[in-house]
């Protein structure tokens, strides 16, 4: 059973970058043909997909948010990483990682995190 959990803080304060960790358990993430999804969503409105980490190790970013989002892997914790940079009060939500065998396709998202919630200090 794959299980993901994000975790990070819960409070950024604004301009600041904001670094959430997503850990794998119960398969490797350099194993098979999987994408490795951050997704967020915003109080009251629908999800958001930033970005996604490939088995190969190829990463892919939504256009939108490309210029202030990286993501990275740990191998040897089976863990990967987003940073959001220069984050203002829009960037409050709720962040998931999730893997898929595919990446902008919600559909294809087999295992889910359970969320964690980061709120932004103006």
């Known amino acids: 059973q794959v299980q993901l959990q994000e975790s990070g803080p819960g409070l950024v304060k604004s301009s600041q970058t904001l670094s959430l960790t997503c850990t794998v358990s119960g398969g490797s993430i350099t194993s098979g043909y999987y994408f490795y999804n951050w997704i967020r969503q915003p109080p009251g409105k629908g999800l958001e997909w930033m970005g996604a980490?490939?088995?190969?190790?190829?990463?892919y970013y939504n256009p939108s948010l490309k210029s202030r989002t990286s993501i990275s892997r740990d191998t040897s914790k089976n863990q990967f990483t987003l940073q959001l940079s220069s984050v203002t009060p829009e960037d409050a939500a709720v962040y998931y990682c999730?893997?898929?065998?595919?990446?902008?396709?919600?559909?294809?998202?087999?295992?889910w995190g359970q969320g964690t919630q980061v709120a932004v200090s103006s």
């Open positions: 980490s490939a088995s190969s190790g190829s990463t």
């Open positions: 999730a893997r898929g065998t595919g990446y902008n396709d919600y559909t294809k998202y087999d295992y």
